[in-house]
């Protein structure tokens, strides 16, 4: 959606038989839902590409991309291309908290668990870097206790559920700790922690300021806040989706990813650090 704004056509997922030629200039879209920084993380679900297969198939991409312009323009693209990672969340709801006791909530506590993800997550970036990224948007985790799945599962009438919005307020500052770090090492503003977090409490917290009717009723989904399971042909469907703030039990809905965009592009140092994208775009434009 930020493609959108920034006027780029959008990309194809990588694995797209129509991503060829020229497509292959314009970027790609590697992404795989329900991963994790962890392994472990989404092992419920088949045949998803987890960080590691997603990076050899990067890889491979800038090989059929070298093919395409040449080595020289095809490290340029890369070098010059703007990257989302958006990585965590998972951890939380499909690892740590899937069951009333799960084998990593055995393991560590929730700020140890939350330390070790960020210990990964270092690896994960400096692998990213190691193979050419040098424009990096780094989220943190939403408000993982505020989703309708959480409300429906695990509160009594609707709060935020305490637990995750702690773990959330834990993993997140450690999260732009360790991207200033990485940038100081470096010695250039490579990564940029995006705070997820407060953008989506925005719209969470007070609905009717931003044109919402709702922030805990999903517009697609079943049972209590529409929160239970997925948003299939015999779930409830809402009459107007750009009145809720979740389009189902777990992802906002196309308008609130909007009001995400704009604070990726304007918003302040608290919630983009060390930059926001106008910025970024700006300092680049110079660059390359």
Not at 56 to 71: D, M
Not at 141 to 170: D, F, H, K, W, Y
Request: with cysteine; net charge neutral.
């Amino acid at each position: 959606m930020s493609g959108q704004h920034i006027g780029s056509e959008p990309t194809l997922p990588y694995l797209s038989p129509q991503l060829t030629g020229q497509k292959l200039l314009v970027g790609a879209n590697f992404a795989s839902a329900g991963i994790g920084i962890l392994n472990d993380t989404g092992i419920q679900f088949v045949g998803i590409l987890r960080m590691f297969q997603q990076f050899a198939l990067f890889e491979q991409y800038q090989q059929r991309l070298t093919a395409e312009v040449g080595a020289a323009q095809a490290k340029r693209i890369v070098n010059g291309a703007l990257v989302l990672m958006t990585l965590g969340g998972n951890d939380f709801v499909n690892n740590y908290f899937l069951t009333p006791v799960s084998a990593r909530s055995r393991q560590f506590t929730v700020p140890q668990y939350c330390r070790y993800l960020i210990t990964e997550y270092r690896k994960i970036l400096t692998r990213l870097y190691e193979l050419g990224a040098r424009r990096v948007l780094v989220t943190g985790t939403g408000p993982l206790g505020c989703v309708p799945s959480q409300l429906a599962t695990r509160s009594s009438n609707g709060e935020c559920v305490p637990e995750l919005q702690q773990a959330a307020q834990i993993f997140n500052p450690l999260l732009v700790q360790m991207t200033t770090e990485i940038n100081s090492q470096v010695g250039s503003d490579v990564f940029v922690a995006v705070n997820a977090f407060q953008m989506n409490m925005n719209f969470i917290t007070d609905p009717q300021r931003f044109g919402f009717v709702t922030s805990k009723i999903a517009c697609c989904g079943q049972g209590r806040f529409n929160g239970v399971g997925l948003c299939t042909s015999v779930s409830n469907l809402c009459p107007n989706r750009d009145t809720y703030t979740f389009w189902d039990p777990y992802h906002p809905s196309q308008r609130a990813l909007g009001f995400i965009v704009q604070d990726i592009f304007s918003g302040t140092s608290d919630i983009m650090t060390p930059m926001n994208l106008s910025t970024i775009m700006a300092v680049d434009s110079n660059i390359y």
